[in-house]
């Protein structure tokens, strides 16, 4: 299994971007996929979830209205769109997968918030 993220950077706030997680190594459309974040000094926290065909989706509260999950299973790729981005958004973000009670997880990209 292996989850490859990219699109992070450095946005300023109010600013947007969209993060991409690519897989491989196991039947993408057949599992839930995640996006989760971690600030320095905070523990890792669910950003947004979404089912295998891609019909449900959750998200943490804070994430409501701004972020949005999607997926292309012809693709083998899950995506975060974030707006409206605000400072408290940096973290290193990742991806992940359970696939029989075990989770797999990308290496992270970074999205900083700044002016």
């Known amino acids: 299994v292996q989850l490859v993220e990219s699109g992070g950077g450095l946005v300023q706030p109010g600013g947007s971007l969209r993060l991409s997680c690519t897989a491989s190594?196991?039947?993408?459309?057949?599992?839930?996929m995640s996006w989760y974040r971690q600030a320095p000094g905070k523990e890792r926290e669910l950003v947004a979830a979404?089912?295998?065909?891609?019909?449900?989706?959750r998200y943490a509260d804070s994430m409501k209205g701004r972020f949005t999950i999607s997926r292309d299973n012809a693709e083998n790729t899950v995506y975060l769109q974030m707006n409206s981005l605000k400072p408290e958004d940096t973290a290193v973000y990742y991806c992940?997968?359970?696939?029989?009670?075990?989770?797999?997880w990308g290496q992270g990209t970074q999205v900083t918030v700044s002016s």
């Open positions: 992940k997968v359970r696939i029989w009670a075990y989770d797999y």
């Open positions: 190594g196991f039947t993408f459309n057949s599992y839930q």
């Open positions: 979404i089912s295998n065909a891609g019909g449900s989706t």
